[in-house]
């Protein structure tokens, strides 16, 4: 079974800080998803890759499949950054995603 | 944009009782899932359906149903609810795979069973 462990648990930054939070996961994938969670809130998608870099916004995510790793970079971090960023992976084919715990992310003004 | 929406924000339930949650998609997506997330747990998923009348069990589906009677609700059943179902359970919808798969959460419903 593939296990996905994302680093740190939580970060605190400063606003203006560039964030990385990052995912390992250990077996082979066809897709990576980052997901955002606001307190109290549903959970949205921010991006799938299945390789390269993707970038929107502020946000930019890459992955690196031969190293089994991804990454989801905050430029320029505000305050209502302020969430729980989770990384989820499918296995292969049409398989339910396997979830990290997710990175609490605190942005102070 | 795609709406998935939960029957209940905040539920309280006694144990033993039988609970329905309720989840309903208005984007023609095949596939339907049912997490609980628990805090320092993340996501687990109970049980996920790819279509109508079907259905699949997930990582933690003990004490759990599930029914898929028509292709934009999927129902989360605790035939018979304990305080140790006390969670925020969330329901997703997704497409089939593919460059554009995209999971969409409904806003979750926190069950405490009392």
């Known amino acids: 079974k593939n296990e996905v462990e994302q680093s740190p648990q939580n970060l605190t930054a400063q606003e203006g800080e560039f964030i990385t939070i990052n995912c390992s996961y250990s077996v082979g994938i066809s897709a990576l998803h980052w997901l955002q969670q606001h307190p109290g809130g549903g959970i949205v998608s921010l991006f799938m890759?299945?390789?390269g870099k993707k970038k929107h916004g502020r946000l930019i995510a890459t992955i690196n499949i031969q190293e089994k790793h991804s990454s989801l970079h905050i430029t320029a971090s505000h305050p209502r950054d302020s969430a729980v960023y989770i990384c989820a992976v499918r296995p292969g084919g049409n398989t339910p995603l396997v979830f990290g715990k997710g990175t609490r992310l605190s942005v102070i003004a | 944009d795609v709406k998935v929406t939960q029957s209940s924000r905040y539920l309280v339930k006694r144990t033993g009782e039988k609970v329905f949650l309720e989840c309903v998609q208005d984007?023609?997506?095949?596939?339907m899932f049912w997490y609980r997330q628990d805090p320092g747990l993340g996501l687990r998923l109970i049980y996920f359906s790819y279509d109508v009348k079907m259905k699949e069990k997930g990582d933690i589906p003990e004490g759990y149903s599930v029914s898929r009677e028509k292709k934009e609700r999927f129902s989360l059943i605790l035939e018979s609810a304990s305080t140790n179902q006390t969670s925020m359970y969330l329901c997703?919808?997704?497409?089939?795979?593919?460059?554009?798969?995209?999971?969409?959460f409904g806003s979750g419903t926190q069950l405490s069973v009392l």
């Open positions: 890759l299945s390789s």
């Open positions: 997703a919808s997704s497409l089939l795979g593919g460059q554009n798969e995209k999971l969409f």
């Open positions: 984007m023609d997506h095949e596939n």
